[in-house]
């Protein structure tokens, strides 16, 4: 699995962003939002009970991503047509805020590593990566466990102070200075 320190991969994939068909797809790669602080986050499968949760707590944070100028990408192995469907059909995800990559080929999750080996679908992952393209934070946890967004939204915050950060940290609070 490629970790902290080491460039994100490069890649090309569809993403859903709208449910209007007629404006639904677009291509996303390490380049699009160049510049930015990028928040990867990777779900097994759509239509499935843990991975709305997670999608939706992203989806209510974005704002916050957005005013740290980091955007969020969600991204699974289904297929773009599979994401359009789930946001058609799922209440809370036809709002999106941010697009969901479809990693169908399973490139970018074979890539970095996080193909989980005997379900064969993206493992429940987490990736911070700057404006460099470099890593600066990875989780894994169980595909049963969902992730949670606000520690997340912490880690970018400590990130971006570019300063040392004691344990529970919070934005506004006093770094360690040595």
């Not at 990559?101 to 493992?123: C, F, M």
Request: net charge negative; glycine share 6%.
């Amino acid at each position: 699995m490629l970790g902290v320190g080491q460039k994100f991969p490069d890649f090309n994939l569809k993403a859903t962003v709208d449910t209007d068909l007629k404006k639904a797809f677009t291509d996303i790669n390490q380049d699009t939002y160049k510049g930015k602080w990028k928040v990867y986050f990777f779900w097994p499968k759509d239509f499935t009970f843990v991975c709305p949760t997670e999608i939706v707590g992203f989806g209510k944070l974005n704002k916050d991503f957005q005013d740290r100028d980091a955007q969020v990408l969600g991204c699974s192995t289904d297929s773009e047509f599979v994401h359009l469907a789930w946001r058609q059909h799922h209440e809370d995800l036809k709002d999106l805020p941010f697009p969901m990559l479809a990693d169908i080929k399973r490139e970018l999750t074979s890539a970095l590593g996080i193909l989980d080996p005997v379900a064969g679908v993206a493992q429940r992952a987490t990736y911070i990566v700057d404006p460099d393209n470099i890593i600066r934070f990875v989780m894994v946890t169980d595909l049963n466990v969902g992730r949670n967004v606000n520690e997340v939204l912490r880690v970018l915050d400590a990130l971006q102070t570019d300063e040392l950060c004691p344990c529970n940290w919070q934005k506004g609070q006093e770094t360690i200075h040595v």
